[in-house]
C-alpha cells in the first residue's frame, strides 16, 4: 500500500475485534511517530501503550463512555513532553552542525529575540507542541492503517482524569488520545469539503 492509499482507506474506527495487536506491530508504528518532522527538531513527545483491560475501562469512564476505548486493543496515549523544549537550542546547533539548515542572520535574530520574551516562549512552545504531537500521532494512524490496524483519535475526555489514569512523567501534557485495533467495521468515506471549498484564492 502507498501513502496515499493508506490516506484514502483510512476511517476512523469504533468497532474492533477482540484480537490482541502483537507487541512487535505496535512497536512498528510507534517507530512511525519517532520518525515524525517537529519544530526544531525537538521531539517534543512521549507516548504510554496501554493493552491492560482495567485501564482501559478506566479510560473508557474518562472519555465519556466511548465504548471503543475499552474495547480496542490498545490506547496510546499521546503526550507533548514539555522537557525537550530546553534543548531547542541544541537540537538546533545539531541540526545545522550536520548540514541540514542553514540560518539566515535573520533568522538568528529572531531567536534571539525569541529566546528574551517568555510569554512568546511559552505560546511557541505551546502550539509546537501540539503541532508536533498531532503529526507524530498521525504517523500512527497511517501506519496502521497500512498494517490493516484500525484506529480512533480520541480527544473528548476529562483531561484530569486522563491524566490521573496515566500518570504522565514529568513535564509531560496528554494531548490525545488513540485507539487501535484490528477493525469489525468497514465504515463508508465519510463527508469531507471540496477542494474548491477549502483552496482560497
Ligand atoms: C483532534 C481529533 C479529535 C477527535 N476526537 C474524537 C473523539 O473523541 N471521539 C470520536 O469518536 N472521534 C473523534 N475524532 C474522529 C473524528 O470524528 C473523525 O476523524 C471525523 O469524523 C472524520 O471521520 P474519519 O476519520 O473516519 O475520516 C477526533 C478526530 C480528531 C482529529
Request: hydrophobic share 35%; net charge positive.
Amino acid at each position: 500500500m502507498d501513502t496515499l492509499q493508506a490516506i484514502e482507506s483510512r476511517r476512523s474506527i469504533r468497532h474492533y475485534k477482540q484480537k490482541p495487536i502483537p507487541r512487535e506491530t505496535i512497536l512498528k508504528l510507534m517507530e512511525a511517530a519517532r520518525l515524525a518532522p517537529s519544530s526544531s527538531n525537538t521531539q517534543s513527545w512521549g507516548f504510554k501503550i496501554i493493552t491492560d483491560s482495567s485501564t482501559k475501562k478506566e479510560l473508557r469512564k474518562a472519555c465519556y463512555n466511548q465504548h471503543f476505548v475499552e474495547e480496542c486493543a490498545a490506547v496510546v496515549v499521546c503526550c507533548i513532553d514539555f522537557g525537550q523544549f530546553k534543548m531547542r537550542g541544541k537540537r538546533t546547533r545539531e541540526l545545522v552542525r550536520i548540514g541540514a539548515v542553514r540560518p539566515s542572520p535573520e533568522m538568528i535574530l529572531r531567536s534571539l529575540r525569541g529566546g528574551s520574551d517568555k510569554e512568546y516562549e511559552e505560546e511557541r512552545n505551546f502550539i509546537n507542541g501540539t503541532i508536533n504531537v498531532a503529526i507524530a500521532a498521525e504517523h500512527i494512524v497511517l501506519a496502521a492503517a497500512n498494517s490493516g490496524i484500525g484506529s480512533c483519535w480520541v480527544r473528548a475526555f476529562e483531561h484530569e482524569r486522563v491524566t490521573r489514569i496515566v500518570n504522565p512523567p514529568e513535564n509531560h501534557v496528554v494531548l490525545c488520545l488513540l485507539t487501535l485495533g484490528y477493525p469489525a467495521e468497514e465504515p463508508p468515506p465519510r463527508p469531507r469539503r471540496s477542494l474548491d471549498e477549502i483552496i482560497f484564492e
